[in-house]
Structures are given as structure tokens and as C-alpha cells.
């Protein structure tokens, strides 16, 4: 990104060429008279603004603990997990759509892992550093910051990946376990990225190393791909007749600033992913290992929720159901609700139906102040 498009992302996200939708000269003249206005409220966007402070630190790694006028009602505390693509900001895009404040909002002590952005000398980094090392760091710190003897874990994409790996190896550590959009079984072969990173057609060892991390604009441009109508079309048109609407404007701003914000993964962890799990499937088969140590999914005994979404293109429901067949627990629930891999943290209707029963299923399995 430009240091222009930096201090105003509303830049990148200009249709490309207007003319080829405007429905009348006279509406084209309307929304361009507009777009003072509309730079002025896209300009004003803040994303991840909930007030917070860090309570642990390691290397790139930061832990946020959110701040709350709500009283708290639940002692166990609540650690969301991202994914190593993206900011985890997505959690908190905007006040209104925000999963943090859900809980917030539910009496839960809310705490991020911001996984930072890896450079060049992170590219040794594997998937046994991240789990391992990072999140059993991050879990006992936050333990030990709330006096408490467990957590509560939820993970989203690839976090949920992690997290579901984490909590096989440490189960006396997480008290719930909620995956969110987690791929976790990888033996359909009909999504495009599991198609596209099929060893006969996509080499990451090339890719890692020529780039030593996987780099942003391949990530970005993959993900763009898999709906490019949608992408570089659909949103466009919509954001032109949609220009006049201040909310619509805000909201658009705040998702292209987060969709705009990509990071790179460690390469060393990007291959031994796609290698292990999109390739050989090795997690749902319980025959991957983080070094000298295996996974075994049913080691998981904990309270399970397992959220999919429905039109989720990234990670379909088939890569995330088997997960409650493979875990240890008794107590499991899965819900499929309508919406895309986004829409499940962001859309209107996911917070008003989906996320107040999500807080209220934890609230029943955490202990109470």
C-alpha cells in the first residue's frame, strides 16, 4: 500500500471504471457530487476500537485484554484466536459489529491473541512454535492474570486449527473450546483451495523458498479469486449505488481496510499446513505431529461448540463437521448458520440471532463470579 492509500484506504477501494454501471447521467452526477462527503466519512473509520491494553508480550506476539463498563459475570476468561493471515481485528471490525463486545456485553473477560506480522527472521517458524511455544505462553499468562486454573478457547479459520491442536495437547488447560469456520478435515476435495494446493499442481516448496515467508499478495490474491465476480465486480457496483448510504459506507470502508491489511505467514508453518494438512490430511487422521509429539483430536474432552457457516467459500462445512466426530467430549454442539466465512464475525444478522446463543452456551460452562 502507498503511504496515500495508508492514511486514506478509501482510495483502493474507487471503482474501477463507474461508467461501465452508472444507471443515468444524472445519478453519476449525484454520486459524484457526493463523494466529498463520502472520502470525508471513510476517512473517519476506526477499525479495532474497542479500548484495550497488552498484557503480555513475545517477539511479534500481543496479548489484548479488552476493557468494559459491563460488569463481568463469568470468572473464566475468554481467548480469542485468528488466524496467521489477516489482522485478528476482524473480531472487533466496528462497535456494532463487534464479537468482542458480544461478550463483552455477556459479563465475559475478553482477551485477543494479536499474532503481529512475521518477517524474514521469523521464516523458521513452524506450526510446534505457534502452538507449543506461543499459545501455551499466552494461555498461562492469561490464567495466571485472571487467578484462574483454566481458559476458555475460540478460534477462528486457521486459529481454530490451532486451537484444536492446542487444547489435544493441553486439555487440562481450556475449560470450552468454540471453533469458528476451523478446517480441521480436509479429505473432500471439492473446495478450490484444497483443489488449487493439490501437489500436482502447486509446489510450496517453491513458493517458500523463493519467498522465505508466504507472501500477503499471494494469500490475498488466491482468497480474491475464489469469488472473482464477487470481488472485483459485484462489490464495486454495490458500493456505487450504495455511495449515498453514510452506515454502508462505513461498513465498506472498514471491510476493505481489513481485507486490504494482509500479512505473511511463516514460511516454514505455511509448508508444513499445506503440506500436512491440505495435502496429506494428516490432522483428522491423527497422525500429525508438532515435533516429537502427535495430535490425537480425541484427547479433546471438553465442552465443544463447533459454528459453520453455511456459504462459507474458504472453508466449507465438510472441512469443519467431522471435528465433533473426532474429539473425546460428551458435551458437543454444532451450529450451521447462514452466512460466509466473513459474515459469521460481521454481518447484522449473525449478531443479532447467532452470537447471544454462542454467549449464552458459555455462559452455562464457565464459572461464575
Known sequence: MTNATMSNPFMSMLPPTPAMFMPTFEGFVERMAAMPRVMETAGKVKVGATPHDVIYSEDKLRVLHYQSDIPKAHATPLVLCFALVNRPYILDLLPHKSVVRRFLDAGFDVFLVDWGEPSQNDRHLTIEHYVCRYMHNVMSRVAEFTEQEQVSLLGYCMGGTLSAMYTSLHPEM?????????????????????????????????????YGNAPPHVLQGAFALLKPMANFVEKYVGFYERMNDEKFVEEFTAMETWGNDNIPVAGETFRQFVKDCFQKNLLSQGKMKLGTKRIDLSNITCPVLNLMASNDHLVTCGQSAPFNDLVGSRDRKAITFRAGHIGLSVSSRAHKELWPNVCEWLGERSEKI
Not at 184 to 208: F, G, H, M, N
Open 174 to 210: 481450556v475449560k470450552n473450546l468454540i471453533l469458528m469456520a476451523a478446517p480441521v478435515d480436509w479429505a473432500e476435495r471439492d473446495a478450490l483451495l484444497v483443489q488449487w494446493t493439490d501437489p500436482k499442481y502447486y509446489d510450496v516448496d517453491a513458493i517458500i523458498d523463493a
